[in-house]
C-alpha cells in the first residue's frame, strides 16, 4: 500500500521495512501493521510517499512465511523499492528505506549492494553486532532486567549459546559453554550439550526431534522466557520437513554469522540510526559505536546516531525525542 501526500508530485518515498517474526503470531509485520500505518500517515505529512507491504504468506501475500536468510530479506526489501520506483508520483532518485530492529541489517545490506538505488536509510533499534551475538546478549540482557537470580540467567544464557552453536557446523561457543555447565551441575542442559556437540550416529531428523524434546521440558520454566521457546523457537524447529532440515541449517548459520562490517562499511548514502539507550534486545552502547566506526571506514560523511535515553527496542513516533529528529533530517535531505 502506497500513501501519498498532499501536494504536487512527483515525491521522495521511504519503504517502511518490518523487524522479525511477532512472537504472538510467527508472522512480520505488514499492511496492518498499527506501527506501520501510522508512520506512513506521519511521513505523508511531511511530503514523503510511504510504502507497506505485506511480507511473503503474510496478509495479502503469496507464498509461504518460512525461514529466511537475511539475505533474502534483502532482496524482498529491495524489490519493493525498485517498485516504488517505477511509480509515476514517485522521485526514482529519491525512494529510501526505514526498518525496525531485524530490519536494521535488511535495510544497511541493500544500501551496499544497490547504492545506485537506496539513496539513504533509517534503522531504528537496529543491531551493529551479529545475529548470533544479538541472540545472546539479549538473552542475558532480559533475563537480568526480569530480575533473575546470577544461577537462573546463567542457565539462559547457556540454552542460548546452545542453539547457537547447535546450528553451526563449527561450533564458537562450545569452550564457554562447558564451563558454565561445569559451574551449574547436572541439569536439563546436559542432554542437550551432549547433542550439540556429540551427537553420534543421530540423523538430522532424530537430532532434532530429541532436541525439540529436552527444549519443551524447559520451556515453562521462568529463566527460559527469555528464549522464546513457546513463542518462537519451538514452532519453528517443529514446522521444518526433514527433507529441508540440511537447507534450514545452512540458511541458520549463514543468518547467524553474517558479520555487518562486511555491509556498513560499504554504505555511503545518508544514515539516520535511533537506539534506545534502555534497549535489552540488543547492545544500543557498541551498536551506536560500531555504526560510527564502520560509516567512517566506509568515507560516509553524512550520517547522525541518535541514542535516546529512557527508551528500550521500542521506538514508536509518538517520542518526540524520535519523530522531531526524524522530520528535521528527513527536510534537509533534498534541500534544493
Not at 5 to 22: E, K, R, T, W, Y
Amino acid at each position: 500500500m502506497l500513501t501519498l501526500p498532499p501536494g504536487q508530485p512527483p515525491f521522495p518515498a521511504v519503504v517502511l521495512v518490518s523487524g522479525s517474526v511477532n512472537p504472538s503470531t510467527g508472522l512480520r509485520g505488514g499492511v496492518n501493521s498499527n506501527y506501520h500505518s501510522d508512520l506512513a500517515r506521519r511521513l505523508a505529512r511531511t511530503g514523503f510517499a510511504a510504502l507497506r507491504y505485506d511480507p511473503p504468506g503474510g496478509g495479502r501475500s503469496t507464498g509461504q512465511p518460512g525461514f529466511q536468510t537475511l539475505e533474502d530479506r534483502m532482496e524482498e526489501a529491495a524489490a519493493a523499492l525498485r517498485y516504488v520506483q517505477t511509480h509515476l508520483d514517485i522521485r526514482p532518485d529519491r525512494v529510501g528505506m526505514h526498518a525496525i530492529s531485524q530490519g536494521g541489517w535488511v535495510i544497511a545490506m541493500a544500501a551496499a549492494k544497490y547504492p545506485q538505488d537506496v539513496a539513504f536509510i533509517v534503522p531504528v533499534s537496529g543491531s551493529g553486532v551479529s545475529v548470533a551475538e544479538q541472540q545472546v546478549w539479549g538473552i542475558e540482557a532480559q533475563s537480568t532486567a526480569a530480575g533473575l537470580s546470577e544461577e537462573d540467567v546463567a542457565k539462559a544464557v547457556l540454552f542460548g549459546r546452545l542453539l547457537v552453536d547447535w546450528q553451526l557446523d563449527e561450533p564458537i561457543y562450545r569452550q564457554s559453554n562447558q564451563e558454565t555447565a561445569d559451574e551449574l551441575g547436572f541439569g536439563s542442559w546436559t542432554g542437550f550439550m551432549k547433542l550439540v556437540y556429540e551427537a553420534g550416529g543421530l540423523s538430522p531428523a532424530e537430532g532434532l526431534e530429541q532436541g525439540i524434546n529436552i527444549l519443551s521440558t524447559i520451556q515453562d520454566e521462568p529463566w527460559a522466557e527469555a528464549l522464546y521457546l513457546k513463542e518462537v523457537t519451538l514452532p519453528q524447529l517443529e514446522s521444518i520437513p526433514p527433507e529441508q532440515l540440511a537447507a534450514v541449517r545452512a540458511m541458520a548459520e549463514r543468518n547467524l554469522l553474517t558479520d555487518p562490517r562486511q555491509y556498513w562499511t560499504q554504505v555511503r548514502c545518508p544514515v539516520l540510526a535511533f537506539l534506545g539507550e534502555d534497549d535489552v534486545v540488543q547492545p544500543s552502547a557498541r551498536s551506536a559505536a560500531l555504526y560510527e566506526q564502520y560509516l567512517t571506514e566506509a568515507g560516509n560523511e553524512n550520517y547522525k546516531i541518535v541514542v535516546i535515553p529512557g527508551v528500550g527496542h521500542e521506538i514508536v513516533p509518538s517520542i518526540t525525542a524520535y519523530w522531531d529528529v526524524l522530520v528535521e533530517w528527513l527536510g534537509g535531505l533534498f534541500a534544493d
